[in-house]
């Protein structure tokens, strides 16, 4: 096991460069970068943004040449070229994309993110700011999926064809069918404020006299933010690892050495959780850190902005829409990083599970 714990951690290392390659290359053909970003920001003439960002430009004018100039930056025109020059320096493009790259690499090998370009913080402090509410999101969600769906999916796989199977299955495929970013904006009219009941807080993790609640007040606050936003993420989670749980079982009780073990004597509960719960569940923990990633990071995007909730989920897109290079790479680095990790980890976890399956014998 060790060989292949070294293997795999070798193999991170073109994994990640290839991540951050293909992104890299495709930034450089996005349109309206940050030095864009700043110029069109000075198109209405907002003196405050240019020396706040431009460092009070480059030249006489507040940085204004009137004279004009070219410049391969569309909406230039008429800036000083000391002052886009500048720009170009502060957010790194002065040097060849070559170099910027394996500079960026170099500095993320030792976790140095640098800053973020138009707010005045460090990327890593930033991350660690929005952490809470990601954490929040991706723990509690993954953790109530497993506990209700795992038992929910042995009930139906024992229970396949039966009343109780059909009629949760077709709730199920109704929750997975509705989009959940629709299913909260109906718990905000019904719960939060709308047109009924005022039960629920419309935004935040917590209240704003949260520091001044006793423990147990916190606990109760913190629940009640995160009440609305979970059962919205849960509704398709919920329904994905039911079925699958409830497949995986079935495929497993119809297996001869399943028969065997009842022909045996064996009770029904020594079956299910004696021989088929560890083969079963090998698909299911297959599975947990694509779901644990997604609901920690992509699937919460839509669920953050619906509740206010100022998430990584909500820090990604706004930065890739700010064109905030420096968030942006160093948020996929971290987590492409944190789903290799979590990856191998679910490796172990097999062996951990099943003593019989041996990753030494297996390539990677």
Partial sequence: MGAYVLRRLLLMIPTLFGIMAVSFIVIQFAPGGPVEQVIAQLSGQDGGTLERIGGGGGGDGGGQ??????????????????????????FGFDKPPLERFFSMLWDYARFDFGESYFRDITVIDLILEKMPVSISLGIWITLISYLISIPLGIRKAVKDGSAFDIWTSGIVIIGYAIPGFLFAILLMVLFAGGSFFDWFPLRGLTSENFSELSWPEKIVDYFWHLTLPLISLALSAFATTTLLTKNSFLEE?????????????????????????????????????????????????????IFSLDGLGLLGFRSILDRDYAVVFATLYIFSLLGLVVSLISDLIYTWIDPRIDFDRRDV
């Fill in 253 to 305: 009780i119809r297996k001869q050495y399943v028969v065997t073990a009842r022909a045996k004597g064996l009770t029904q509960r020594q079956v299910l959780y004696g021989h088929v719960f560890r083969n079963a569940m090998l698909i299911i923990i297959a599975g947990f850190p694509a779901a644990f990633i997604s609901a920690f990071f992509t699937g919460s995007l839509l669920i953050e902005n």
């Fill in 65 to 90: 040449d009137l004279g004009g100039g070219d410049s391969q930056y569309r909406g230039a025109q008429g800036l000083d070229p000391q002052f886009i020059a500048q720009l170009e320096k502060q």
